[in-house]
């Protein structure tokens, strides 16, 4: 969800108009920025844990979220998804918002992959973690080089590989804790945070349902719309 609403922000910021239409355009940008941000602080956060009581109720503030590591993870998320757009846009596109796509891809790949690797190496913790922060930075690798040349496909794949791997590198490092508390007696774990055998059940049959619809679902719409977007704006 969150690359997506970056896609319709890279739009956007790519074919900027005036008026009442450039006013929705620029409304569009500012949410799809506020969809990706609140994640990564959110993400940094549970990894990093927060004040918990015994009775693991938040003891905290809401500034007590906004810490340094927290902001940090919200500007990886922020970047690491507004790349994602710029390529999707390079691969769905032709002509001059392909390249002003391939343009901001390109441009905001240096940061992106300073920002996101500082932000996971601080986050990581165990073997498995740093497996997923490898296939991070080989993805964000693959993205910038596929740009270059053009290749949006694998721009594109190498660029959903890092985000995959961004989400593997956070929960690896929780495991087995679902939050993290910053007294470690507090926190809530896979065992603690269970619920019910009989809830357990329901949601498996729930998920083996309805995964593969939404999966379909996906596919579908994919296919639909696998062709470039040609021909000019019009009002």
Known sequence: MVPRCR???DLACCHRQGG???AWHGAKKFVSQLGATPWGV??????????????HEYTGTLFTLLNPFALLGGLAMLLLCTQHGAVFLALRTTGELRKGAARIAT??????????????LMARAGVLSWAAVAVAAIGLAVALIATL?????W???GSALAIAA?????FTSMWPNVLPALDPANSLTVTNAASSPYTLTVMTWVAAVFTPVVLGYQ???YWVFRRRLTGAYSA
């Open 7 to 9: 896609r319709y922000g």
């Open 20 to 22: 009442p239409r450039g």
């Open 42 to 55: 959110a993400f940094a956060n549970m990894v990093r844990g927060v004040p918990l009581d015994a009775d």
């Open 107 to 120: 441009a905001l790949a240096p940061i992106t992959v300073a920002v996101v690797l500082a932000f996971l």
């Open 149 to 153: 040349r053009g290749r949006d496909g």
């Open 155 to 157: 721009a594109f794949t």
């Open 166 to 170: 961004f989400v593997a590198t956070l």
């Open 219 to 221: 596919a579908w719409t």
